[in-house]
T-cell receptor, first 113, second 114 residues
Framework: AQSVAQPEDQVNVAEGNPLTVKCTYS??????LFWYVQYPNRGLQFLLK??????LVKGSYGFEAEFNKSQTSFHLKKPSALVSDSALYFC???????????FGTGTSLTVIP | ETGVTQTPRHLVMGMTNKKSLKCEQH?????MYWYKQSAKKPLELMFV???????ENNSVPSRFSPECPNSSHLFLHLHTLQPEDSALYLC?????????????FGSGTQLSVL
């Protein structure tokens, strides 16, 4: 069965410091991995995806994610956090039939000024 | 804006009421989705429509009834709900149903069942 784990409910980081939001996955076949962000009172917005190719994927707003097959991880990173990055972040994997997305429980990121 | 509009933004209803949630997408997409978002839980896929045909129904109670009159509109009809149905209901769309690489979400309807 396909699943995604986000082990941290909450991540706090000081403004200007690097941030990491963790995600591990379980999937049959090749993984298709995604990060979405949800700002307060908004729906989810696409940040980035990994389908194939380079293990380091760059996305919107300066975010990037590193695909690690041996560790079955897809951690979201940003070199320098902004207060405006404070939001709820969801990792997702698409199953190998290509139809359904499986989302994690979300990680609330707070960037402290 | 993502091109997916949901109304109302907030809804409070009693357990005996009947109400409907509306979703409209302006992106020309062929697939539309209803998700339920509850705190500290993964997003729960409820229904999927592809080209106006229902293709997924993930064991959702019959008190939730979807309707997709055309590829741009999606409704979720609610009746005799329970307090545990209180959640954020998100509508999404994608270009295609199979092998889609991006979902576009609306802002959601925050539902409270009293």
């Amino acid at each position: 069965a396909q699943s995604v784990a986000q082990p941290e409910d909450q991540v706090n980081v000081a403004e200007g410091n690097p941030l990491t939001v963790k995600c591990t996955y379980s999937v049959s076949g090749n993984p298709y991995l995604f990060w979405y962000v949800q700002y307060p009172n908004r729906g989810l917005q696409f940040l980035l995806k990994y389908i194939t190719g380079d293990n380091l994927v760059k996305g919107s707003y300066g975010f990037e994610a590193e695909f690690n097959k041996s560790q079955t991880s897809f951690h979201l990173k940003k070199p320098s956090a902004l207060v405006s990055d404070s939001a709820l972040y969801f990792c997702a994997v698409r199953d190998n039939t290509g139809n359904q997305f499986y989302f994690g429980t979300g990680t609330s990121l707070t960037v402290i000024p | 804006e993502t091109g997916v509009t949901q109304t109302p933004r907030h809804l409070v209803m009693g357990m005996t009421n009947k109400k409907s949630l509306k979703c409209e997408q302006h992106l020309g997409h062929n697939a539309m989705y209803w998700y339920k978002q509850s705190a500290k839980k993964p997003l729960e896929l409820m229904f999927v429509y592809s080209l106006e045909e229902r293709v997924e129904n993930n064991s959702v109670p019959s008190r939730f009834s979807p309707e997709c009159p055309n590829s741009s509109h999606l409704f979720l009809h609610l009746h005799t709900l329970q307090p545990e149905d209180s959640a954020l209901y998100l509508c999404a769309s994608s270009q295609e149903y199979r092998y889609n690489e991006k979902l576009f979400f609306g802002s959601g309807t925050q539902l409270s069942v009293l």
